[in-house]
């Protein structure tokens, strides 16, 4: 009768970390788009006080890169993310820039919220809370936020960044909709928690589409020749 015991605790604890670490793969990959290679548009809001600045945005996605298209401060801008780092470079600058996890890219959103590009390569299980919650730990060095804990939730999922004290800093929102006929973000929400708590960035995608083009296009180095792929 004890070793039944033991194997049916056993048995539910495997189910559940089972069940916890398909969580996180089930937000990684709707989050990567399953992996595809993707070219998204939509509207960029940041709300602050209330009132609201939308721009339109473009950005390309693997499971490799991220790069996101955008004007910043009235100039054409690429951010960059992918296994180098991240880069920013606008329209008539000659070189991109290595920028950090932390920089922010507009309203209260930073590179490592939105220019993540395979969250398995940004974090892993550190904790299992629920079947519906775990605790993340940073892998890269250069992911701006030490742990996280991810949520499902009615809507989608949410995650609370946390500092390296263990203090809730910046929460996401994912919000799943239907984008292009399939399923995916069609909403990402970014509150600060502790500083200007007054802004919200929001992203809101209106069209998914397939895109092909040579990984090896997406380097830092190559930046310049990516402004061909919004603007022509």
Known sequence: MYKIIVILIFSFISIQGLFSQNLFLEFANMYTGDNKQIKISGSLINIKDGVKSPDPFEMIKSKDYT???FTAKNTKSLFLANNQGFFIQGKNQKSAMKISGNYTVTGSANTSDVMSFDYLKDYEVKNIISDDEVYLKRIRRDVAYNEAILKRASFGYTIDFLDNSGK???????KIGVVSGQKAFSRMEFHNLIINKNIITV?????????????SFFRSENMGRLFTLFED
């Not at 809730?168 to 994912?174: L, P, S």
């Not at 992203?203 to 990984?215: L, W």
């Open 67 to 69: 790069l996101l298209y």
């Open 168 to 174: 809730e800093v910046k929460r996401g929102i994912y």
């Open 203 to 215: 992203y809101t995608m209106t069209k998914i589409e397939s895109v092909n083009i040579s990984i």
